[in-house]
């Protein structure tokens, strides 16, 4: 038989895409490391690269993001960029609702002699 190059159907009955985990993972990453590198720029030592989780579950996901922060900085405010920097990059990319971001600082960088 012939591929006719009709579309069989409408798309709830021809399938959907799945989109892995790491792929969140890395989206949010990139979006918390652009949101965070004004914060990091003038300094001599390099912005380390944010890590990412996600969980994916029922059409949602959850992410959890770890980042180091330079010292001194407005702790709360580089935290919600990231976090929102992350939650609307992941929602316009993939079209998936994130119902919750949390922010995890694992480091602060001072500036000057330690």
């Given amino acids: 038989m012939a591929y006719s190059g ?3 159907g409408p798309p709830a009955q021809r399938g959907s895409e799945q989109i892995a985990d790491r792929v969140y993972r890395r989206i949010a990453a990139r979006a918390a490391a652009d949101a965070l590198a004004p914060a990091w720029r003038g ?4 912005a380390p690269y944010p890590k990412a989780s996600a969980l994916y579950s029922h ?5 959890t993001l770890h980042v180091e922060l330079p010292f001194p900085c407005d702790v709360a405010e580089l935290a919600r960029a ?4 992350a939650c609307t990059r992941v929602a316009e990319l993939t079209g998936t ?5 949390e922010v ?3 480091r602060l960088h001072p500036t000057g002699p330690r």
Avoid: H, K
Avoid at 59 to 63: I, Q, S, T, W, Y
């Fill in 6 to 8: 009709a579309v069989a």
């Fill in 43 to 46: 300094r001599p030592d390099p």
């Fill in 59 to 63: 059409g949602r996901v959850r992410l």
């Fill in 82 to 85: 990231a976090q929102d920097a």
């Fill in 97 to 101: 609702t994130v119902t919750s971001a």
């Fill in 104 to 106: 995890i600082v694992d």
